[in-house]
Structure formats: structure tokens, C-alpha cells
């Protein structure tokens, strides 16, 4: 086999030693157009993970790379002057020029042809002479767009310059420090990567570099001001650069890794911010499971597609970790008033990938101490202390998320109902929501949705209420009110969700005439007449929820039901005073807020769910969003629901563990009114590590509550809390601990005899 690597980075260089490694007859050729000792950046960052797969497949390049590490465990970060040390994270660190001389000097003694300063050909020439054309030629690879017809990349740039420098010392830990300047926020990236050297990452916003005027600076003006804005964490020491310039980070994703007989590996196939050091991390990767898929597969053909299987979820998985990082770092600002130590933490955890439970492992010190601070009792996990909406106490902090059950007859809850959402109160949540709860027969989303319309149905729920009141004290429950819109008449989810009814439909109203879907029914606009009959029937199930005993009302304004339609440009497009600008799309959703919030009891909480994106281009944005809250707030709202998308039915949505956390983040932090988060938090460490770090008040669970109605008293169990803000119902009390395993884990009967 012969093989053409182009790009001579750590990624490539490694792939290329394996390969011929693992068989010396192959012919390796490396094409890199710089020349040996040129490197850019300065040091390397490596997992304990990622060594142990090098000592694994090299033991000859691990053991060099094993002398050269630099390790160190703390992670320092300075805040308005006061620097918090956590310990316990373990990192390993060395200079990207000798790695890259290690790996000259496997690939030379295992014989591989390095060929530096030289262009590499085209790749389409490469592919014609060589069976294997490995593309390892970093983030701004000429293979992927010679090719870019095949792979279809997407490249995103973000929002901040950085610049990468060096120091002359070693930082005693992996440091980050804030500077706030009269141009706005700046950050410092440092850690060590030899005895007597440090990588220094300086990071801003793009208008805040602008503004600093570091667009006018060259590059020698740029390292001393760097310098001069960071001098405390330096020590008065300088910097030094390596050909550094200002550069913007970009994501770059790519459908498709291979093509032919040519491969995309590191950078060239996907980019991960520096924040959470991965890029390295990655390639090397990268190059190990590309060599172990060529030995494994009968074919190049099958080894491509193995590889590209094997690392595709992994990949993704670092790449929705260092988003969210890189995310974390561009909205800093939004977090500079909170306690230092809270500041701390939300660094900390920025990514995810720490957890709450996980810094406690770490260093219990410290999240011990940022428990105290937020207001935590001794042995008192996050998730279960109280919080006051209005005058509303919730016990702990987690919500049963509403979740349809189209198990109604005539919109009238039955046993089903009663046992679901009793089961769920008995389950410990300090707040339990029921499905939209429907203002008008026309308003249900299927023939099995609840509703709110007749005394009758009123009657029913105050069963479940009373029940929930009685059997489950301390429990609270809340309503949520809603018109489907232009998604109603459709079948029960389990027969074909957002399908039309085959028979039986009726008539759909919306804020345009848009059907959700080609098969959907069109819906009429709705006129100013329809208007004020809606907004009537929303203050009637209000009033009938007051009555029925609800604790807590919701106004559903996400997810392309009738008021979220109002608040879309992509359902919107009404020229009269209800549509157009946003202050014009929120009208009508204001004027229902308001008209509910009048008959409903004055010290009972009103929340509003929206959808903070539409995942689609021409959308709701995260800007609308805050503007959005920001003005149900304003007009009352004790707290806003914040989920995302099912706006339209092309959206695109960013899934991930979390992946609307950041939403209510942002609003939270922009707006000061509470928030509720949602969206795949799935464990009580998740729920942890988001409450104590300040990104929301409250965090609703829908699935994991369907696996387990039980779930908060034994996440309370699992953690060891036998406080106020997991109850256990006395019939159950029995159940609070975990049940014994079986034999297995018992000591084994002595069968012989020793001597």
C-alpha cells in the first residue's frame, strides 16, 4: 500500500509513524510545506486517555513524549482580584515543537518519507497515484476544499480574537484570569508545557478588540499590551510570540470524512475550541483509530467507513463540550457579578463535561465551599434548596416538565391523569406541571388533549389537585394554558405525530394563513373579533384554574402553538398591528399575559414558556429571545420556561445533553428575571451543577419522569439527603433506601484450606 500524508502536524505525523509501523512494507510519504522546526503555538495539551491509547499502539513514542511532560493537577481562577484554586484535574503539557520533533524522529527511524517545505499535489493527483491520501492539513485544509463538493463542510467563525503567545516561566496551574478594561471584558488562557515555559492565550470579543484597537496594532505593540493588561498573572514578565496573529476560531464540521481513497483527519475534519485543549487530543485520536480500522477491514473502502463510524459520536460529543465552552467565554460578561466563587464554579463547569459531582470527586474543598456560599445548609446537594416565585415556596428545584398524554375524553382528565400526575407529586418534585391544558375544543392539538373550557372538566381537575394537595403536602401544581394554533386536529402522537386526522378535523386558526407542514390543514388568520373571543377564552380557564385549585398558571407561548405563532417571523406575517416589527408580533401574546394575569389570584405565580430559537434561518433568535422576556417580564411574569424550537416544521436543532440550557442562561443573566431550563437534563448531577453555577432557577425534566415518577427522592437517595426538600410520603418510607444487591457482592464462602 502507499500512502500520502498531507500536512506534517502532530495528527498527521502520528498517523503516518503507525502506518508503517504496523506494516514496514507500506511506502509513507509526508508532504508538509513548512519546514521542520516551524510551528505554530506552543504548547500541547494530552488527556491520561489519550496516552494510554499512545502506550497502547507506540510504546516508543509514548515513553519519549512520557520524559518530556510537564504534569500539574490545580486550576486557578482569578476573578476581580481573588484567585480560587481547584485541585484534582490532572493535566499533562508540552511544547508542540518537541512533539513534533519526536514524531520526525519515529517517523525517520520506522522510515517514512518526510517531505517538508514542499506543497504537497493535488489531492486529486495524490488519489490517482497513491491507495491511501490521508488529508491531515488543519482547519484551513486545501484537500477539504479541492473537495468540498464531497465532504460539504460547514466552516463557522465566532465571536472572539485571540492571539497565542508564550511566557518564559511556568504557571503554577492551569490559570484563567479576567481583566475588565475600560474597552470591556478580556480573558487569559496560561499553563505550563515545560520547566520554564507557559502558553498564554489572550481572548476578546470582536468588538471589544476593535474598541482596545488591537486591529491597528502590529505584532510586536500587540504582545507588549497583552503583556502590560495581564502584568499581576505574568509577574511583570513579557511575552514572546511565534508568527502570532489575531485570529478568529472556526468550527468546522463536515458531512462526509472520506471520499475515495482520500481521508479527513484532525482539524482538516473538525475543530474544537482551545478552551477545553482538545484539537491535539483529537487528531492523535483520530490517527489511532484510522490505523487500527486499516488493519482491522478487508478493504480501504471498509476501513474509511469504520473509521469515520467509530469516531464521528466521539467527535461530536467533544465538539457540543468545546461549543459550549467557546460559548461560555464569548458571553463572559454576563457572569462577572456573580460571588467569585460561584464564578468560579460556572468556569469550571462551562463545558458539562465537569459536573458538580465530578469537582467534588476532584476537590471537595472547594465545591463544599461554593455550596456555602450559594446558600446551601451543610449536606444540603443544590437541587434541594427552596425558591420563592410570588408567594409560592418550592421546596427544591427540580419541575416535572408538562408532557401531553392525549388521554382525555372531551378534554376531561380522568384516572389516567389522576394517577400520572399524582404519581409525580408523591415523587418528591417541588413543582409538577400538567400537559397543555387546552382554552377551547378548537384549541386541542388531538381529540385526547385536556382542557379547561367546562365546569365539568374544571371538576375533574380539582380531583387531582386536591389529591395532589392532600397526599402529597409540599408538592405544588401548576397549569399550563394553551391554544395548539396552527398545529391542532392532528392524530394521538403514537398513531403519527403532527399528522392530519384522517376524519372528524376541525377548523384551525393561526396568527397567518401558514400550514405547519405540506400535509397539514391551512389555518385561518385570525381576525380581530377571533382575537378577543381567544384572548376571552384563555381568562376563562384562567379563572376556572384558579377554582380548580392550581398553584401555579404557564402561558404556552413556544413551540408553534397559536401565541408562539405570534411571536415568529416565520409564522407571522401579518401587516396589521399584530405583526411586522417584534414589539408588534408580542401584542397579542401581551394582551392574553395580561388579561390571564388580571383574574389570576395576585399572590399565585404566572410563568411563560417560549421557544428561545426556531433552529431555523429568518427565525426567533436568542436576542429575540431576551428582548421576548424581557417584556413578559416586565408585564409580570414570575418566571420564564425557557425551551426551544418545533417553531417550523424545517428547524435544525443542535441536540445535546443540556442543549437549551444555555438559552435560559443568557436570559437569566440578561433579563435578572428567574428562569426555568429544559431541554435532555437528564441526571441530578446535571441538575447540581446548573443550579450552583447560576445558569438557571429551575431545571424541568420530562423523560427521565416518565422512566421513573419517583425520580427526585431517589436522586435524594443516591446522594445521601434526607432533608426538607425530599419528603418521602409515609407509605413509602420504607422504599428510601437503596435496595440491597444480591450474593454477588457478599464475601465468598472459604472452600479449602491454606496450608
Known amino acids: ?96 515543537r518537541r512533539l513534533l520533533a519526536i514524531l520526525h524522529e519515529r517517523c525517520h527511524s520506522l522510515g517514512v518519507e518526510l517531505r517538508f517545505s514542499t506543497e504537497a499535489p493535488h489531492p486529486a493527483r495524490l488519489a490517482e497515484a497513491y491507495d491511501l491520501v490521508v488529508a491531515a492539513d488543519g482547519v484551513h485544509s486545501a484537500t477539504r476544499e ?30 484563567f484570569e479576567i481583566a475588565e478594561t475600560e474597552h470591556g471584558v478580556m480573558q487569559l488562557h496560561g499553563y505550563p508545557y515545560s520547566a520554564d515555559s507557559s502558553t498564554v492565550i489572550v481572548e476578546m470579543r470582536e468588538e471589544v478588540w476593535r474598541a482596545a484597537g488591537f486591529e491597528d496594532t502590529d505584532e510586536r505593540e500587540s504582545i507588549e499590551r497583552c503583556a502590560k493588561i495581564f502584568a499581576d498573572a505574568l509577574g511583570g514578565r513579557p511575552l514572546r510570540s511565534n508568527n502570532s496573529t489575531w485570529t478568529t476560531f472556526r468550527t468546522v464540521v463536515n458531512e462526509r470524512w472520506s471520499h475515495g481513497n482520500v481521508v479527513l483527519l484532525g482539524d482538516a475534519a473538525h475543530t474544537a475550541h482551545f478552551s477545553i485543549g482538545s484539537g491535539t487530543k483529537l487528531a492523535v485520536e483520530d490517527a489511532l483509530a484510522l490505523a487500527a480500522c486499516l488493519q482491522e477491514q478487508d478493504s480501504p473502502e471498509r476501513a474509511l467507513a469504520a473509521y469515520e463510524e467509530e469516531r464521528r459520536p466521539v467527535v461530536a460529543s467533544t465538539q457540543r ?139 375533574a381537575w380539582r380531583r387531582i389537585t386536591d389529591f395532589v394537595h392532600r397526599q402529597a403536602p409540599g408538592t405544588a401544581l401548576g397549569v399550563q394554558l394553551g391554544h395548539s394554533g396552527r398545529k391542532g386536529s392532528t392524530r394521538l402522537m403514537w398513531e403519527g405525530m403532527d399528522e392530519p386526522l384522517e376524519d372528524g378535523n376541525w377548523p384551525l386558526v393561526a396568527a397567518s394563513a401558514l400550514p405547519y407542514t405540506p400535509k397539514s390543514q391551512i389555518p385561518r388568520a385570525l381576525s380581530r373579533a377571533q382575537l378577543t373571543d381567544i384572548r376571552e377564552q384563555f381568562t376563562a380557564a384562567a379563572r376556572r384554574a384558579a377554582r380548580a385549585g392550581f398553584d401555579l398558571l404557564e402561558l404556552h407561548c413556544a413551540h408553534g402553538y397559536l401565541l408562539s405563532g405570534f411571536l415568529s417571523p416565520l409564522t407571522n406575517h401579518r401587516t396589521d398591528a399584530y405583526g411586522g416589527s417584534p414589539e408588534k408580533r408580542l401584542r397579542f401574546p401581551l394582551e392574553v399575559f395580561d388579561a390571564v394575569r388580571e383574574v389570576w389570584p395576585g399572590e399565585r405565580p404566572m410563568t411563560v414558556r417560549i421557544s428561545a430559537t426556531d433552529w431555523a434561518e429568518g427565525g426567533t433568535t436568542a436576542d429575540d ?94 446522594q445521601g439527603y434526607e432533608g426538607p426538600g425530599a419528603l418521602w410520603p409515609a407509605p413509602y418510607r420504607a422504599g428510601s433506601r437503596r435496595p440491597q444487591t444480591g450474593r454477588l457482592d457478599a464475601p465468598r464462602p472459604r472452600l479449602t484450606l491454606d496450608g
Not at 508532504?31 to 488527556?47: C, I, K
Not at 463557522?156 to 492551569?174: K, M, P, Q, S, V
Not at 416544521?649 to 436570559?667: N, V, W
Not at 437528564?682 to 447540581?688: G, I, P, R
Request: charged content about 20%; proline content about 6%; overall charge neutral.
Open 146 to 175: 479541492a473537495l468540498a463538493h464531497a465532504f460539504r463542510p460547514r466552516v463557522t467563525a465566532h465571536r472572539c480574537r485571540y492571539i497565542w503567545l508564550a511566557a518564559d516561566f511556568a504557571f503554577d496551574a492551569f490559570r
Open 625 to 718: 429571545a431576551v428582548a421576548i422576556a424581557r417584556a413578559f417580564a416586565a408585564h409580570g411574569a414570575d418566571a420564564i420556561d425557557v425551551s426551544t424550537g418545533q417553531v417550523v416544521s424545517g428547524e435544525r436543532p443542535e441536540f445535546g445533553r443540556s442543549y437549551q440550557t444555555p438559552f435560559a442562561d443568557r436570559i437569566r443573566h440578561e433579563t435578572g428575571v428567574p428562569v426555568i431550563a429544559v431541554g435532555a437534563i437528564s441526571s441530578w448531577d446535571d441538575v447540581n451543577s446548573l443550579i450552583l453555577a447560576g445558569r438557571t432557577d429551575l431545571c424541568a425534566l420530562a423523560r427521565p419522569h416518565l422512566y421513573d415518577p419517583h425520580w427526585t427522592l431517589h436522586a435524594a437517595a443516591e
Open 321 to 459: 463540550a468545546a461549543r459550549a465552552s467557546l460559548e461560555w467565554f464569548e458571553n463572559l460578561a454576563l457572569y462577572l457579578d456573580q460571588p467569585s466563587r460561584q464564578f468560579a464554579f460556572n468556569l469550571l463547569t462551562r463545558s458539562r463535561r465537569v459536573t458538580h459531582d465530578n469537582l467534588r470527586l476532584r476537590d471537595a474543598r472547594f465545591t463544599t465551599s461554593v455550596e456555602r456560599e450559594f446558600g446551601c445548609p451543610p449536606g444540603t446537594p443544590p437541587m434541594f434548596t427552596p425558591f420563592r416565585l410570588r408567594g409560592l415556596t418550592l421546596r427544591n428545584r427540580v419541575v416535572v416538565s408538562p408532557m401531553d398524554m392525549y388521554s382525555a375524553v372531551d378534554g376531561v382528565p380522568g384516572d389516567f391523569h389522576l394517577v400520572h400526575l399524582g404519581a409525580r407529586a408523591l415523587g418528591g418534585a417541588g413543582l409538577v406541571m400538567t400537559e397543555m391544558v387546552c382554552v377551547s375544543p378548537e384549541g386541542r392539538i388531538t381529540p385526547g388533549c385536556a382542557g379547561l373550557w367546562t365546569a365539568e372538566q374544571a371538576g
Open 1 to 96: 500500500m502507499r500512502v500520502a500524508v498531507i500536512g506534517g502536524g502532530p495528527g498527521g505525523l502520528y498517523a503516518a509513524a503507525l502506518l508503517k509501523r504496523l506494516d514496514p512494507a507500506r511506502e509513507v510519504t509526508v508532504w508538509e510545506r513548512n519546514a521542520p522546526d516551524d510551528t505554530f503555538g506552543f504548547g500541547v495539551v494530552l488527556s491520561d486517555e489519550t496516552l494510554g491509547g499512545i502506550e497502547h499502539a507506540d510504546p516508543v513514542v509514548y515513553q519519549a513524549l512520557r520524559e518530556e511532560f510537564v504534569r500539574w493537577d490545580d486550576i486557578d481562577v482569578v476573578h476581580r482580584g481573588t484567585r480560587h484554586t481547584s485541585g484534582g484535574h490532572g493535566f499533562a503539557a508540552l511544547g508542540r
